[in-house]
């Protein structure tokens, strides 16, 4: 279990919630783990299948809580929505917010990302300092924090996405650097997306997918359009709003990469390659992927803006819950996610 902004998060996959009186009362295996008053709680996410009581859901409707049903891997399911926030009010704030949105809004998530990537790469460069014998790698951090300056000089979403684009052809001109093992197997040239056209490339993909799609299932859950976004145009069948929010931690995904490649977890065998010049993980690839980002997801982070350690796969629901708040008013500015 894990409180935050308000928030209850049944993380036990076991776990049944009932009613009694004014509390909420959790339950494993027939015994009570905690119970707690209503008056604690604006929101609840169930990563659980066996979920809870209709009196409970009945109640939370009542007093106005979101409760959120989500699979274990944190896929979204349902919500039983209250009267007093419900999803409407919160989406039509999201759609006169986001109609002519705040340039700060684009310029803080560039400058994110960017300070992010800058972290990846000074922590490589702590790790093995041999990487940087010609001064490239210092050369393109250097030219990221120029990046992240000049985002806010600009004007328009348009030019900013070009100095996005911009950096991020030089981070990854670089990143082949980071690989330090399995070179004949694993090396990047530059981004290739769809298809992904090495094996680097397909684990990107593949880690950026289901990075995205946490994110847009953390926005279903606290109510959020994730199709309507603020920096990402929108496009019949994206999720804009998810590729927002998850610019700024793409950076998690390319360190587990490395770490998978670094490490040996990841060898030729686990890709699958087409006559078109397709590379896409095989099915034991993938099985090895998606347990490292299981294990990942399990690490404790410390969370900058709430100065608090949450495990890492809850970061997607923090930030869709400090977005919605933003978007309602009660925060001013919102906060991305930044490493330190």
Not at 95 to 119: C, G, I, M, W
Not at 259 to 268: D, M
Not at 300 to 308: K, S
Request: include cysteine; glycine fraction near 8%.
């Amino acid at each position: 279990m894990k409180r935050l902004l308000n928030a209850l998060y049944i993380l036990d996959e076991t776990t049944w919630l009932t009613l009694d009186g004014e509390n909420i009362v959790c339950t494993c295996d027939g015994r009570e783990k905690f119970r707690l008053p209503f008056s604690n709680i604006e929101e609840i996410y169930c990563f659980c299948y066996p979920g809870c009581s209709p009196a409970l859901m009945g109640k939370c409707a009542e007093m106005g809580i979101s409760l959120n049903f989500l699979s274990p891997s944190g896929t979204f399911l349902a919500r039983v929505q209250g009267k007093t926030r419900g999803n409407i009010f919160l989406r039509k704030a999201q759609f006169q917010r986001f109609e002519h949105p705040d340039l700060l809004l684009a310029q803080n998530t560039v400058a994110a990302k960017l300070s992010n990537t800058r972290y990846l790469l000074r922590r490589s460069l702590r790790d093995n300092p041999t990487l940087d014998a010609d001064g490239e790698v210092r050369g393109c951090i250097s030219y990221l924090e120029s990046g992240m300056e000049r985002v806010y000089e600009l004007r328009d979403t348009e030019t900013i996405m070009g100095l996005e684009g911009n950096c991020a052809k030089a981070y990854f001109n670089i990143f082949d650097r980071l690989i330090l093992q399995q070179k004949d197997i694993f090396y990047l040239t530059g981004r290739t997306k769809r298809p992904p056209l090495d094996p680097v490339n397909a684990v990107l993909s593949f880690l950026y997918t289901m990075m995205t799609s946490s994110y847009a299932s953390a926005q279903e859950g606290v109510g959020l359009d994730s199709c309507y976004g603020f920096y990402h145009a929108l496009r019949s069948g994206r999720s804009s709003l998810a590729c927002d929010l998850v610019e700024e931690a793409r950076c998690i995904a390319e360190r587990l990469t490395l770490t998978l490649i670094n490490l040996r977890k990841l060898n030729g065998g686990d890709f699958e390659r087409q006559e078109s010049g397709a590379v896409f993980l095989s099915k034991d690839g993938k099985r090895k992927v998606l347990t490292a980002w299981q294990e990942k997801k399990r690490t404790t982070i410390q969370h900058p803006y709430l100065n608090e350690k949450i495990p890492l796969g809850l970061l997607p629901f923090v930030q869709s819950s400090l977005l919605a708040k933003y978007v309602r008013g009660e925060i001013s500015e919102y906060p991305c996610y930044l490493l330190k």
